[in-house]
């Protein structure tokens, strides 16, 4: 255990003296943590394992993405998406459905074994895959602040977008009835993942700075304390909304606009 901790510890201090360096190159962090993860694990070197259960794994990667989309949104620039609104309407709206087909014409030619809805249950799957590999392109200085602001906002909404695609068609490749028609299926399936996030996060947000505000007027918020409310917010937006049924990304994505 402790060998484990000191290998990630000198990793990570090695990665923050040169972390400057490499988001200035066309490599982007989560690139150099995989990389580190495959010559440091047992497919590689075999000197760092790390035990983590199925649901632990999944839940440090729900966390970690909603952190991500808190962030983008919270970074976002939205006077610039209000004056540009063209630009992210046809990523959402032409660009995802045609990666989507794109993705299950490649998914006939790789996997011909799949049947149909397999494939597009695939493809469905891939398409809103987070920007975040491709953070050195989206936050250069160089490219257009319109396009930066764009990629940011469709990668928070094509997680959001795809959910009804990915749940209908999980529904008709298992073989389960959907109840009130798929249409009905699909606007339920839109207002509970979508529509309770978003209410459950701007609720929370609401609130929470309603009970900031008196804090901060009584004195009681500490002088080093000042950003531990914003991250916790962030988490209990995500948890809140996934207990509810909804979706906590949105719920996070919802927080870091406002």
């Given at each position: 255990m402790y060998q484990n901790a000191a290998l990630l510890a000198v990793f990570l201090l090695i990665y923050s003296a040169v972390a400057g360096r490499i988001?200035?190159?066309?490599?982007?962090?989560?690139?150099?943590?995989?990389?580190?993860?495959f010559i440091l694990g047992p497919d590689g070197?075999?000197?760092?394992?790390?035990?983590?259960?199925?649901?632990?794994?999944?839940?440090?990667?729900?966390?970690?993405?909603?952190?991500?989309?808190?962030?983008d949104a919270a970074n976002?620039?939205?006077?610039?998406?209000r004056r540009n609104l063209g630009i992210p309407e046809r990523l959402l709206g032409v660009g995802l459905p045609l990666t989507i087909l794109?993705?299950?014409?490649?998914?006939a030619i790789v996997f011909p074994s799949l049947d149909l809805l397999?494939?597009?249950?695939?493809?469905?799957?891939?398409?809103?895959?987070?920007a975040a590999l491709g953070k050195p392109?989206?936050?250069?200085?160089?490219?257009?602040?319109?396009?930066?602001?764009?990629?940011?906002?469709?990668s928070g909404l094509n997680d959001g977008i795809c959910v009804p695609i990915v749940v209908i068609l999980?529904?008709?490749?298992?073989?389960?009835?959907?109840?009130?028609?798929?249409?009905?299926?699909?606007v339920w399936v839109v207002v509970e993942a979508i529509g309770i996030g978003a209410f459950v996060g701007?609720?929370?947000?609401?609130?929470?700075?309603?009970?900031?505000?008196?804090?901060?007027?009584?004195g009681w918020i500490g002088e080093h304390s000042v950003e531990i409310p914003i991250v916790a917010l962030a988490a209990a937006c995500f948890a809140a909304a996934q207990a509810a049924g909804g979706s906590g990304f949105i719920a996070c994505l919802s927080v870091g606009s406002c």
């Open positions: 988001e200035r190159s066309f490599i982007s962090g989560p690139i150099v943590f995989t990389v580190a993860g070197l075999d000197v760092l394992t790390i035990n983590v259960t199925g649901q632990g794994l999944r839940l440090l990667a729900e966390l970690t993405l909603a952190m991500v989309l808190f962030t976002a620039d939205f006077a610039i998406v794109l993705g299950f014409a490649f998914a397999e494939m597009a249950l695939l493809a469905a799957i891939l398409a809103p895959t987070d392109v989206v936050t250069n200085p160089t490219v257009s602040p319109v396009i930066r602001e764009a990629l940011n906002l469709e999980l529904g008709l490749a298992v073989g389960t009835k959907i109840e009130g028609g798929t249409v009905g299926h699909l701007l609720a929370l947000t609401w609130l929470t700075t309603r009970m900031l505000r008196v804090a901060e007027q009584q």
